[in-house]
């Protein structure tokens, strides 16, 4: 996320990351060394305890953490993040069945709580997916000779999972119409996309030739991508 983060905004000033794990304190903060201008402090602790001395900051995020805390102590730790969060909550989890039921908790608690939802979903109705149907997105990674040789794996990429959902403490500035939830069907003049809608419906669409400004948009798009209103 840190990485993430800096390649977004190259100026950002200052991070705070808690890490419980101290050999994976050790091994981020030798990495960053190198990398990062930005004032960043590693914080050990837990963060099902130890969040309560931190100060708010303008982007929260949890990435890949949620699968390996306790149930019972995800509400009271997303109440903490969000009081910690001045405009947007970002928290990912892996693109399994699994990791969507625990996205779909954090985002109905958090609209509870009065969250704006900004991404993936165009709305803020219960999600319209059923299982064994579920909300994720895909983007292919780079795998170094390192990587293949700590998987044995022979492809030099892979395509990582993960869904998420962004809250904020303000309503979305251009909210999109619907969003891409699987992979686009294109053919010869014509794109299917399977949609999230404003609505809270979801839909398969086609888009042909006919559609004019509207198809050359739909055909320019691609999984998790937004479309415009
Ligand atoms: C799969 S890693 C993800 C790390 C990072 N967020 C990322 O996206 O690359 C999960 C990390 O969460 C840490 N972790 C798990 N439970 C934690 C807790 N209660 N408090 C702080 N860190 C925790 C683990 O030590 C591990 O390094």
Do not use: N
Not at 145 to 173: C, G, M, T
Not at 193 to 201: A, P, V, W
Request: aromatic letters at 6%.
């Amino acid at each position: 996320v840190l990485w993430a983060a800096l390649d977004l905004w190259p100026d950002l000033e200052q991070a705070v990351l808690i890490e419980a794990s101290a050999a994976v304190r050790r091994i981020g903060e030798a990495l960053a060394t190198e990398a990062m201008t930005a004032r960043i402090a590693w914080l050990a602790g837990d963060v099902t305890i130890d969040l309560a001395g931190l100060k708010p900051a303008e982007l929260v995020t949890c990435a890949y953490v949620l699968d390996e805390i306790a149930p019972a102590s995800l509400p009271k730790l997303i109440d903490r993040l969000w009081h910690l969060t001045d405009d947007t909550l970002l928290v990912v989890e892996p693109g399994t069945p699994a990791g969507w039921q625990r996205i779909l908790a954090v985002r109905r608690h958090l609209i509870e709580a009065g969250a704006h939802v900004l991404a993936p979903c165009p709305h803020e109705a219960p999600c319209p997916l059923a299982a064994p149907d579920w909300c994720h997105f895909s983007r292919r990674v780079a795998r170094s000779r390192l990587h293949r040789l700590a998987k044995d794996a022979d492809v030099p990429w892979e395509d990582e999972k993960f869904i998420y959902v962004a809250a904020s403490r303000h309503p979305a500035v251009h909210p999109p119409q619907a969003r891409v939830i699987a992979p686009p069907k294109p053919g010869s003049g014509k794109v299917l996309l399977k949609l999230c809608e404003k609505d809270g419906s979801v839909d398969e669409k086609l888009f042909t030739k006919r559609d004019g400004e509207m198809f050359k948009t739909a055909r320019r798009l691609d999984w998790g991508d937004a479309l415009p209103e």
